[in-house]
């Protein structure tokens, strides 16, 4: 298994607080994404990052910020939650550049009500 | 950007059957398309990639398939087992990133 650990891997919140979700690889892998993962979805982009400080917006980015201030981290944050961030989360990495598989952490669990 | 249509949402078989997703992509500069298994409440998992100078990968019961021209990729899975009931993505690059299909539920029929 690819060296990827999410945390945590459960969290029930409430609308309005702030909420941040940790991925952390032992790849050294460039390469850093978050995804959500909603039925009828399938996985959509909400932040890749492609090195330290390197961070750029996917496809679901509004109401998520991130952050990596080492090539091990990269912070997903829901600045104030709302009920449609209900959603499994998912960190991937990528090795290098160009036609590389990404391989992804074991998912987070968030619940907002 | 790359728009990704998979196809169908569903799928049933019998054991020992096969089954085949297909997907069609958007983007002609588009060069490595992989597939990913997904258990319940598991992660995506990779199972098997092509590279687009090739039209054909087998990895013992599964198989993908590339027509460029056409702009679509299919997965291929023979004699199927309970232990291939899963939801199935495909995904096509843009740029440094994937773009993933919506998922086929496979359900096996024992």
């Known amino acids: 298994d690819a060296g990827i650990t999410q945390s945590p891997r459960h969290k029930v919140t409430e609308t309005g607080t702030p909420v941040t979700l940790r991925c952390h690889q032992t790849?050294?892998?460039?390469?850093m994404y978050w995804y959500r993962q909603d039925p009828g979805h399938g996985l959509r982009l909400i932040h890749y990052s492609y090195g330290v400080k390197d961070t750029d917006k996917g496809e679901v980015s509004d109401g998520y910020s991130v952050s990596r201030s080492k090539t091990e981290d990269f912070l997903l944050t829901l600045e104030s939650a709302t009920s449609s961030q209900t959603s499994v989360y998912f960190c991937?990495?990528?090795?290098?550049?160009?036609?590389?598989?990404?391989?992804f952490g074991d998912g987070t669990r968030l619940s907002i009500l | 950007g790359e728009n990704v249509e998979q196809h169908p949402s569903t799928l049933s078989v019998q054991e020992g059957d096969s089954a085949v997703i297909k997907c069609t992509y958007s983007d002609s500069a588009s060069n490595y398309f992989p597939w990913y298994k997904q258990e319940l409440g598991k992660r995506p998992q990779l199972i098997i990639d092509?590279?687009?100078?090739?039209g054909e990968k087998k990895d013992q019961r599964i198989a993908v398939t590339l027509n460029k021209t056409a702009k679509h990729f299919s997965l291929h899975i023979t004699e199927t087992q309970p232990e291939d009931s899963a939801v199935y993505f495909c995904a096509a690059p843009s740029n440094e990133k994937l773009t993933f299909g919506t998922g086929t539920r496979l359900t096996i029929i024992p």
């Open positions: 991937a990495i990528k090795s290098g550049t160009g036609s590389q598989p990404q391989h």
């Open positions: 790849e050294n892998h460039r390469y």
């Open positions: 092509i590279r687009s100078n090739v």
